[in-house]
């Protein structure tokens, strides 16, 4: 895999001797990747990440993965609310709207399996923006393909499960399951839409059984205790 080095000014120390155990994927929402270089690594802008992956499959490093780069901002996952510190950051070359190229998922493929070996990252630490930040965040949205990623562990998935009562279940009562995936403390709305922009993408109304089971299955499996706390404030 070719590697383009644009290196970016956006960065920082990792703090507190943080090591990355989550990464964290993104789409760009501007309408090219030399768009997204030039806001990137400008640094009025004071954003960036570690990777951008093209939408042709091109691959850019922005920052060492040694350090820490802004793309997190204000979040939580698991308990860790400097996600900056404790992540390595990819943007995928997307406006928002638009299917994710084979070229492109391929070449993160590729990309997600260095980085998890290098960093001994299992899959379920491999996230989405919406997933820390669900209150200010859609990226990388319901296009992408989380079930495809999984099944090559480069992520997580529920297991296939009977058919659910399709009745209401309480919204409530999804918090403490979803908190124990990994979710931040959230409204009950706000981490239903996020959860199932990622894992029941064309689901509507409001939560049923269906995504209490799926939810269950998810904390059981890969609850976020395995994942380090961290108390720090998130900053940039």
Not at 143 to 152: I, M
Request: proline letters at 11%.
């Amino acid at each position: 895999m070719r590697v383009l080095s644009h290196p970016s000014p956006n960065f920082g120390d990792r703090r507190g001797g943080a090591r990355p155990h989550l990464i964290v994927i993104h789409y760009t929402a501007m309408p090219s990747a030399q768009a997204a270089l030039a806001r990137l690594c400008d640094p009025a802008a004071e954003v960036s990440a570690h990777w951008l992956v093209g939408n042709d499959g091109r691959l850019w490093q922005l920052v060492d993965e040694s350090a820490r780069a802004w793309h997190a901002g204000a979040g939580e996952w698991g308990g860790c609310t400097d996600v900056n510190s404790a992540s390595i950051g990819i943007e995928l070359d997307n406006p928002g709207d638009c299917p994710f190229a084979a070229p492109q998922m391929a070449a993160l493929r590729g990309l997600l399996r260095g980085v998890m070996a290098r960093w001994s990252i299992p899959p379920q630490g491999v996230i989405g923006h919406s997933d820390l930040a669900p209150l200010r965040k859609q990226d990388p949205g319901p296009r992408f393909d989380w079930r495809a990623l999984a099944a090559e562990g480069l992520s997580v998935w529920p297991a296939d499960l009977p058919a659910a009562d399709p009745a209401p279940t309480d919204p409530a009562a999804l918090i403490p399951v979803l908190r124990r995936f990994g979710y931040p403390d959230v409204p009950a709305g706000a981490l239903l839409a996020a959860f199932r922009a990622r894992f029941r993408p064309d689901a509507g109304g409001p939560p049923d059984a269906r995504d209490a089971a799926l939810a269950a299955d998810l904390a059981a499996r890969f609850p976020a205790a395995r994942f380090p706390v961290d108390a720090a404030a998130p900053g940039a």
